[in-house]
């Protein structure tokens, strides 16, 4: 395979505001909520990688690191960074504005989405150009692979 073959992955970037239907009595915002707005921003950027329709199959390696609460706004980044042969890892990370251009991270996670053809069949993804500023993402993503990966093999030996 010639460098002509693989594909950079772009950043994507989403911005929401946390309304009050989605937050608890104490105006912390519901973490499935959040969750949903990162596994968007996760397809886009799978989306926009792969040039094909996916689907999240899994979350992996989840931290909530710090709580959003009502009427923050919400900085939302995912970029591919490990692939399989029809899968891709991606890390997505949210932050909390605060102010004169400054954010801080508050939640990470890496989904993992599988790209699809029209027939919804697992199809293959583009190979992926690893940019030296990239090592240690990929490097967290093969770990967090492979914990994964044994972690569904234990849970299926249970009977």
Partial sequence: MSNDDLVTAESIENWSMVFPNQANPNGNMFGGDLLAIMDTTAAMAAKRYSQRQVSTVSVEAVHFAKPFMVGDNIKVTAKVVLVGTSSM??????????????????????????????????????????????????????VIKESAQTRHKQLQAVK
């Avoid at 909390?96 to 053809?117: H, P, R, T, W």
């Fill in 89 to 142: 890892m991606v890390k997505t990370l949210a932050f909390k504005d605060i102010g004169q251009n400054q954010v801080e991270q508050c939640v990470s996670a890496y989904f993992n989405l599988v790209a699809f053809d029209e027939d919804r069949v697992p199809t293959a993804v583009p190979k992926l150009r690893l940019l030296k500023e990239n090592n240690a993402d990929y490097q967290r993503a093969l």
